[in-house]
């Protein structure tokens, strides 16, 4: 047999029953989202909950990690930061915040306390303006 006529005789056969190979496709489709769906739904429900814990509000408190290392870590709720020789104030996450060193650090409790020292908002942190 040749390839021409193998086609020929496959486009006769899906025009006789096209509606039923419609039918399938539909039936295989709502098929394979349904059982996606399912398999979805159940790895939701697996999911843990986030809990988010404060630490004791003790200053100098030493936290063991898992490897062993005993970290010095200051509890404080200081959530502005900005450095001695410059005149912006950052969250402690931005870039800015990362690049001062440590000895250089200012803490503030809030965006009028570095206001008032004489700091600005740092453009690049998002959400402090």
Known sequence: MRLP???QEVKEKTRLHANDLVIAFVIICVSL???GLG???ILENKKTPVKIESAPAAAGQLITQLSGKEYPMEINNKMFVASKNGTKYHFPWCSG???IKEENKIWFASKEEAEKSGYTPASNCEGLK
């Open 97 to 99: 915040a990362q690049r």
């Open 33 to 35: 989202i349904s059982f």
């Open 5 to 7: 006529k193998i086609i």
């Open 39 to 41: 398999r979805l739904s």
